[in-house]
């Protein structure tokens, strides 16, 4: 299993993996990094992995593109991410003409700047250039070292952008824009023949959900690990951002999707029609939920 970015919200698969969850539901799953959803993605759509960890937007570029990419849960079901800049950039209108820095191209980060950008009555790429720089890491240092004067990261991300010389620009969530974030994509093919060993990872990542959600330290430590940063700063602020967000019901959301599809639409990268449909399969989650699993695990 693939996860994308060095960030809280993929924390899902983490827990589940420390906590034995997959172990204990019979599936062994290693867990890999593999920076930007666009590339886990083509590992997807190449059969080089079974699942990946990853946000909305990727999924429905590649099935536009003819790909058979489906999300079978939806763990952050709502945009968690900000936008920081420069101390010189204190309005959204000051922006223009300036550079801000996105982890990759076709990210979810990037998916979420252009949103914002639209919704402020800035072009995308034309009043401001987006450049990709390969990581978050890579971000707050371009911030840091004055060669942009924006970036778009998410918790803990922001605490160490504002350690980094960065403000607080805009909450991409307080715009009101609906979008699907991070959640566990496998492919239309898989699900046929494999339908048995999904059903068991989704259920170990619920496991993991509750785990994260009802025992902190264990999901500080477990963060510490894999953020590679200690700091109780970076990952109290993770975790906070995190423990509401974080679906007790880990379904996709249709809507989120739409959101996607017609960002993309408006941009003249696809045409209509698309299949949101196709994109997402809650069976998994929704059977869960039905047999009072779910219910079970939080009255414990």
Same mark, same amino acid.
């Given at each position: 299993m693939l996860w994308v970015a060095v960030t809280g919200s993929q924390a899902v698969a983490w827990v589940t993996k420390e906590g034995g969850y997959f172990v204990r539901n019979g599936v062994d799953v290693d867990l890999v990094y593999l920076s930007?959803?666009?590339?886990? &993605?083509?590992?997807?759509?190449?059969?080089? +992995?079974?699942?990946?960890?990853?946000?909305?937007?990727? $999924? %429905?570029?590649?099935? &536009?593109?003819?790909?058979?990419?489906?999300? +079978?849960?939806?763990?952050?079901?709502?945009?968690?991410? $900000? %936008?920081?800049?420069?101390?010189?950039?204190?309005?959204?209108?000051?922006?223009?003409?300036?550079?801000?820095?996105?982890?990759? $191209?076709g990210s979810s980060d990037d998916f979420m700047l252009r949103e914002a950008l639209a919704h402020w009555g800035l072009r995308p790429d034309a009043d401001v250039k987006i450049t990709g720089v390969g990581s978050v890491t890579a971000q707050i240092a371009a911030v840091e070292k004055g060669l942009v004067q924006g970036i778009v990261v998410d918790p803990p991300n922001d605490v160490l952008a504002r350690q980094a010389g960065a403000h607080l620009l805009a909450r991409v969530g307080d715009l009101g824009i609906p979008y699907q974030a991070?959640?566990?994509?496998?492919?239309?093919e898989y699900i046929r023949s494999h339908a048995d060993v999904i059903a068991r990872v989704v259920r170990a990542m619920t496991e993991g959900v509750h785990r994260f959600k009802t025992d902190r330290p264990f999901s500080e430590e477990v963060m510490a690990r894999y953020l590679k940063n200690a700091d109780p700063v970076v990952v109290d602020a993770a975790y906070d951002a995190l423990v509401d967000v974080f679906a007790t019901v880990p379904a996709p959301t249709k809507?989120?999707?739409?959101?996607?599809?017609?960002?993309?639409?408006?941009?003249?990268?696809?045409?209509?029609?698309?299949?949101i449909g196709a994109m997402l399969d809650t069976s998994f989650v929704d059977h869960l939920a039905a047999g009072g699993f779910i219910k079970t695990l939080y009255a414990k």
């Open positions: 930007g959803s666009p590339t886990a &993605a083509a590992a997807l759509v190449g059969g080089r +992995v079974e699942f990946a960890q990853m946000a909305g937007p990727a $999924v %429905v570029a590649a099935d &536009a593109q003819g790909a058979h990419l489906v999300m +079978v849960m939806g763990f952050v079901n709502q945009p968690l991410f $900000v %936008v920081m800049t420069v101390p010189d950039v204190q309005t959204p209108d000051q922006l223009k003409g300036k550079t801000v820095a996105v982890s990759k $191209v991070a959640g566990l994509v496998t492919t239309r809507a989120g999707l739409a959101e996607i599809v017609k960002e993309y639409v408006r941009a003249g990268q696809f045409k209509d029609p698309i299949d």
